[in-house]
């Protein structure tokens, strides 16, 4: 055989190497976010969690994950969704009041979402977005949706559905397919709350969120398409145990300050009838173990919490073992001790202060290399990095960075490690 032949075959094979490695590259890749909601940073001590392992196995794994104060469900998962922290994007807990819009109690409805989220800035970008029970993603924002969204919010769904639905979506012809596609799933919150962290209750209820997690990981080997998919497994807070119950608004009415107390678990907000009366408020809070009570303005500003409009003039803020709550919760909770049952969890309190707030992060496939730390990570860094994966631009008001390893080399620098 001549060498020119010989240099003919060897141009021939090339360019269809080329051909065939600019098919592949050509292929737009895709982004599977799951949310495990309230699952502690260090859950995967827990035996019987395969899908997990093999995530941390094979891709990436954050020592942390550092939730936005207050770090409760919904503040974090706009937090997560938008890049920013509750100051900005306005969801200041899964309950609280805003002058225009009315009372804001576990709601879905994006209009109280103050910044853009992940999946309008995708499908602004013209990348479609399918998303399944994420906090904000019912309705549109300022006229942008995701194309695919499960519709109302339920409960008791269980996680096979969504995991149908995912596949689902991941079968759909390359036209139609989402690019991005996000689930919130019930994780270990639960069962957090009702027995405590660390309980054989919640390694119960975290080994059946499990066992979905391995279905999503099959489903995408069946399909073959980890060269095109990175898989996201994140939690929105952590969980501690806390027993001593404060009804903050028995204490307003005590002091006859006629007003209105919205409780979180961590957090409560006081709207005055009278806001000259703030000074009074102050005094009838003083002198209780684990509480401290502020104006708004004077918050300290590492919280980031200092929206002018939805936080009442008085922040109380609680220190484990102190909770806040109303009526209710007190006599659900003596029931609770005087049937023995253990101790319950809470959160919802300051993420710089307490490890026990921080959640995990996990991802495989597509730009993430196997055995790769990512340190500790933020919640705002999320929405960043998930764009940098799909190649489209952040949300609008992202203050969030890529984060090392998950959309972006190692070898970068990065100073967002600390605390929020």
Do not use: C
Not at 165 to 192: C, F, K, Y
Request: charged share 20%.
């Amino acid at each position: 055989m001549s060498i020119r032949l010989l240099f003919a075959i060897a141009l021939v094979a090339g360019r269809l190497f080329s051909a065939a490695v600019a098919g592949a590259e050509a292929e737009p890749p895709i982004v599977v976010w799951i949310s495990l909601d309230g699952v502690r940073h260090d859950a995967l001590a827990i035996e019987g969690l395969p899908a997990l392992q093999r995530i941390a196995r094979q891709g990436a794994a954050a020592e942390a994950l550092l939730p936005v104060f207050p770090s409760s469900t919904f503040a974090n998962h706009v937090a997560q969704a938008t890049g920013t922290h509750a100051d900005r994007h306005g969801v200041v807990g899964n309950r609280f009041l805003d002058p225009e819009l009315g009372y804001f109690d576990y709601g879905n409805d994006a209009r109280f979402l103050e910044a853009e989220p992940i999946w309008a800035a995708a499908e602004r970008q013209g990348v479609r977005a399918a998303t399944f029970f994420w906090v904000g993603s019912e309705t549109d924002w300022r006229g942008v949706g995701a194309s695919f969204r499960r519709a109302p919010f339920q409960g008791g769904l269980p996680e096979r559905v969504k995991v149908d639905q995912i596949l689902a979506w991941l079968d759909l012809p390359e036209a139609e397919r989402p690019r991005l596609i996000m689930s919130w799933w019930h994780g270990a919150d639960r069962a957090g709350h009702r027995s405590g962290p660390g309980t054989p209750e919640v390694a119960a209820q975290l080994r059946q969120q499990d066992e979905q997690l391995l279905r999503v990981l099959e489903g995408i080997d069946a399909r073959g398409l980890w060269g095109r998919i990175t898989l996201i497994v994140s939690s929105d807070h952590g969980m501690i145990s806390a027993d001593r119950l404060l009804d903050a608004g028995s204490l307003l009415r005590k002091a006859g300050l006629p007003g209105r107390v919205i409780h979180g678990t961590s957090v409560a907000h006081v709207h005055l009838r009278d806001p000259s009366q703030v000074d009074e408020a102050l005094a009838a809070f003083a002198g209780i173990e684990g509480l401290t009570a502020w104006r708004t303005e004077e918050l300290p500003e590492a919280l980031r919490y200092r929206h002018p409009t939805r936080v009442g003039q008085i922040v109380l803020l609680a220190e484990p073992p102190l909770r806040l709550g109303g009526s209710r919760r007190r006599t659900q909770a003596l029931l609770e001790k005087v049937f023995g049952k253990a101790r319950g969890g809470a959160h919802g309190y300051d993420p710089a202060k307490y490890e026990e707030m921080h959640a995990i992060l996990l991802s495989m496939g597509r730009g993430v290399a196997a055995g790769t730390r990512l340190g500790r990570s933020r919640a705002i860094d999320l929405a960043p990095s998930v764009a940098a994966l799909l190649g489209i631009d952040p949300p609008a008001s992202s203050e969030g960075e890529i984060i090392p390893g998950l959309g972006a080399p190692l070898s970068e620098p990065r100073g967002a490690t600390s605390a929020p």
